[in-house]
Nanobody
Framework: QVQLVESGGGLVQAGGSLRLSCAAS????????MAWFRQAPGKEREFVSG????????KYADSVKGRFTISRDNAKNTVYLQMNSLKPEDTAVYYC???????????????????WGQGTQVTVSS
């Protein structure tokens, strides 16, 4: 059974940085596109960033482009989200997600992802 465990969330002041990590179980991590989504109170879950199974392709939401960087280490079964220049509007629970189908493209819709972590809270104070 696939497990995704996020870590690295916390409280930070506006302008600060955090790095989220998502550790995945299983031996086929390198075959799957991964993504980060977030959900703020009272809002729908939204796509933040995705990285292809090979790491050769990435995608970002316009709201985080230039501030966030996604990466992966297939040897460690881990995907990262480096978040810089954080803003109060980045406050949300951040979820790691794995595509349901291997060798698939980055998709910005949550329905394309079959596996989810439990989420990690990121709070940015002004």
């Amino acid at each position: 059974q696939v497990q995704l465990v996020e870590s690295g969330g916390g409280l930070v002041q506006a302008g600060g940085s955090l790095r989220l990590s998502c550790a995945a179980s299983g031996r086929t991590f390198s075959s799957y596109t991964m993504a980060w989504f977030r959900q703020a109170p009272g809002k729908e879950r939204e796509f933040v960033s995705g990285i292809s199974w090979s790491g050769g392709s990435t995608k970002y939401a316009d709201s985080v482009k230039g501030r966030f960087t996604i990466s992966r280490d297939n040897a460690k079964n881990t995907v990262y989200l480096q978040m810089n220049s954080l803003k109060p509007e980045d406050t949300a629970v951040y979820y790691c997600a794995k595509r349901a189908v291997d060798y698939s493209v980055i998709d910005v819709t949550s329905l394309a992802y079959g596996y989810w972590g439990q989420g990690t809270q990121v709070t940015v104070s002004s």
